[in-house]
């Protein structure tokens, strides 16, 4: 039989069905197995209804499509088999308009093949049977919510305790019913909680956390197995640092996975803390630049001495939460993160280059080093604002060379400043100015990149050539604007 195709809300209990009283329904055939699920409600009368099942379905019918002479042949048995080749939960019979009572053969068959086979009484329509699972689905599926919203609570809670590890295991452990363990790099367990699972369960773990070890690009971030009646999960922790959360459970309901996530993005955070010493590192660098040392003497215990900052933003109208925050910190690979307004900030080593992450729009600075790590910053943010206005995923500042190297780095300023200088009081307009050039003077996208009107843009636009008495339209004008502005 082939793995029934699973839709994204829970299964519906065929008991839960059968204990609807307004509906009537009885299983007259078939084995009563109290775990037996239905994922939704079909209605055919066709002679073989295999090629429009997708599985896990309680098919309906009122048998218009059997034959007079369909007892007397091989007709039911053939009928039942295909439900059951194509992944059939349930069959059910209405009786009316077309039969007054479900026929023998039929019920003969579904026991033979093992296939519920509930009766529908006459007042009952199939149309009131396909509501009745749509209700329990959705009942079933605001449980799994809040059974998932309750757990991220528990488990944000243990992440707070002085003992945040074991405190994290413990509650996952008792969410899912099963045993939590963390492996270290070396494969060896650090930490674990819940109930002990078997030898043989308990080695099929640890193979499994192998496979979401980081081994090179293309390795999963999580793996699931069953082996002797036990569920098995495993999900890498981290930007490859080699822990990985392992997990038992004698079932998987639905929400486990979604539950377990979160306990690896929290286990993620809280393991990056012990990677020889980095936590340590960080706040020493942190108590020494406030106690005035340069930034070229902490950056080597902060691990490099190329840097490139990253300015990020969610696809989604929410402002980023911290959470959220350092699982694109651990996926970027740094845990260097600032959450400033809606704009996460992220200082990271240049090597390996920042990759686009999915929900994320990100701008990314060129290259520098401690001293230039204020002018990087400035960069990211209008690398984030090009990406932005044109919809891209990432975009990198532009540092290679150019006419700016042909001038010397003092005469260049000064003539920014005194080309700028009437902007001085009003930042937005040197801003506005400085995004409408880098987007070829498109009203729209600059409007976008700034979260302004396109008539906002228009007046300060116009506000700038007043002040400058010049003409925007020259490409002369705009490039040399262009070169002044791309001082930092």
């Not at 077309?98 to 039929?106: E, I, K, M």
């Not at 930490?191 to 499994?208: E, H, I, N």
């Not at 001495?305 to 933003?313: D, K, P, T």
């Not at 200088?421 to 009203?443: I, K, N, Q, V, Y």
Request: net charge negative; glycine share 8%; aromatic share 4%.
């Amino acid at each position: 039989m082939p793995d029934p195709a699973v839709p994204p809300t829970p299964p519906v209990p065929l008991a839960a069905l059968l204990a609807r009283e307004d509906l009537g329904l009885r299983q007259i055939a078939g084995p009563a197995d109290p775990s037996a699920v239905v994922h939704w409600a079909h209605t055919s009368e066709m002679a073989d209804p295999y090629p429009y099942l997708l599985g896990g379905e309680l098919l309906l019918t009122a048998g218009v499509h059997i034959q007079e002479a369909a007892g007397s042949g091989t007709y039911f048995d053939d009928y039942v088999s295909r439900v059951v080749a194509a992944g059939g939960a349930a069959l059910g019979f209405g009786v009316a308009p077309v039969h007054d009572t479900v026929p023998r053969a039929l019920v003969a068959a579904c026991d033979f093949y093992e296939l519920p086979l509930i009766e529908v009484p006459p007042r009952t329509t199939f149309s009131a049977v396909a509501r009745a699972v749509w209700q329990l689905m959705a009942q079933a599926r605001h449980a799994e919510l809040r059974r998932v919203t309750e757990a991220q609570q528990s488990l944000a809670a243990a992440a707070s305790r002085p003992d945040p590890v074991p405190s994290v295991l413990r509650q996952l452990a008792q969410r899912v019913g099963g045993w939590a363990v963390l492996y270290g790099p070396d494969g060896v367990e650090v930490a674990a909680a819940g109930r002990l699972v078997g030898t043989a369960a308990r080695a099929a773990l640890t193979g499994l956390t192998e496979v979401v070890r980081p081994s090179g690009p293309g390795t999963p971030t999580s793996a699931s197995h069953a082996t002797a009646g036990v569920h098995l999960a495993a999900y890498s922790l981290g930007a490859g640092h080699g822990f990985v959360l392992g997990l038992a459970a004698p079932q998987r309901d639905p929400g486990d996975h979604t539950i377990a996530s979160v306990a690896a993005v929290l286990l993620s955070l809280l393991t990056g803390e012990h990677q020889s010493g980095s936590g340590a590192a960080r706040s020493s660098a942190l108590v020494r630049l406030l106690l005035g040392a340069p930034a070229e003497d902490v950056a080597p215990l902060l691990g490099g001495e190329r840097w490139v900052v990253v300015h990020a933003r969610p696809d989604t109208l929410a402002a980023p939460d911290p959470v959220a925050a350092s699982a694109l910190g651990a996926a970027l690979g740094s845990p260097l993160v600032d959450v400033a307004r809606e704009v996460v900030r992220v200082l990271l080593p240049a090597d390996p280059e920042p990759a686009p992450q999915p929900g994320w729009t990100l701008g990314v600075s060129a290259v520098a080093g401690p001293r230039e790590w204020a002018a990087a910053d400035v960069q990211a943010g209008r690398a984030l604002a090009r990406a932005r206005a044109t919809r891209a995923g990432l975009v990198r500042y532009g540092a290679r060379p150019a006419l700016t190297d042909l001038v010397p780095e003092t005469d260049a300023e000064a003539h920014a400043r005194a080309l700028l200088a009437r902007f001085d009081a009003t930042p937005a307009l040197t801003e506005t100015l400085r995004t409408w050039l880098s987007l070829h003077g498109s009203w729209d996208r600059t409007a976008v990149a700034l979260d302004v009107h396109r008539n906002t843009v228009r007046q300060r636009i116009a506000k700038c050539a007043a002040l400058l008495e010049a003409d925007l339209d020259d490409p002369d004008v705009r490039m040399e604007l262009w070169f002044a502005l791309r001082r930092p």
